[in-house]
């Protein structure tokens, strides 16, 4: 890939080596991160975004981050429709789309002994919001009332270009549960 002198001056700003492989800092001892933090997976469902190809990504599904006070955050990543090899699935069906897009949330949380309970906020990012909002909200309703949500979560809807051109619904999701509650698999860092 072709680097402008631009580009390589800000590469060097941040010490990274422009003729190194992607991520090579030049400086020795990288510092660790101030909050612990490990990643969250559901393999079953979906397939790590490290793992896409041809192209390669760089972000990880979701992360638990310890608050303090007994308290754990987790971070979801932006979730679509795209199964455990990491197709798209359901392409062209948006309501099918959003019902996967719910699923594979709902296993990512799963694995860390949470439930949509936990859920804070959601940001959800709809390819054509004039066209689909519509069946957005009829779904994720019946989704929130099927799981007896009350309150729901903080959300914020908007329409976006999405990472694939057959994805038609990309949501985030953030959630707060207690470090050692019934489910969560024992996980107490």
């Known amino acids: 890939m072709r680097t402008t002198a631009e580009e390589r001056a800000e590469m060097e700003a941040l010490g990274i080596s ?4 992607a991520g090579d800092r030049r400086r020795p001892g990288r510092a660790k991160a101030s909050v612990p ?12 975004a490290t793992d896409y190809r041809p192209q390669t990504v760089s972000f990880s599904r979701g ?9 754990v ?18 392409a062209g069906d948006f ?17 860390e002994g949470a439930t949509w309970h936990d859920i804070v906020r959601t940001t959800c990012y709809i390819r054509d919001i004039e066209r689909d909002y ?7 309703t019946r989704f929130y009332t099927a799981m007896g949500l009350d309150p729901m979560p903080a959300s914020t809807g908007i329409q976006a270009r999405i990472c694939r051109t057959d994805l038609l619904v990309e949501i985030e999701a953030m ?15």
């Open 18 to 21: 422009p003729g190194g492989p």
């Open 37 to 48: 933090r490990t990643i969250i997976r559901a393999p079953d469902v979906l397939n790590e």
């Open 63 to 71: 992360l638990r981050v310890p608050l303090g006070n007994g308290l």
């Open 73 to 90: 955050l987790l971070l979801l990543s932006g979730t679509a429709s795209v199964d455990e090899h990491g197709a798209t699935i359901h």
């Open 95 to 111: 309501r099918a789309q959003m019902w996967r897009t719910l699923r594979n949330l709902t296993r990512l949380l799963e694995s």
């Open 134 to 140: 519509g069946d957005f909200n009829d779904v994720r």
């Open 175 to 189: 959630a707060i549960v207690r470090e050692g509650r019934k489910g969560m698999k024992g996980r107490k860092r």
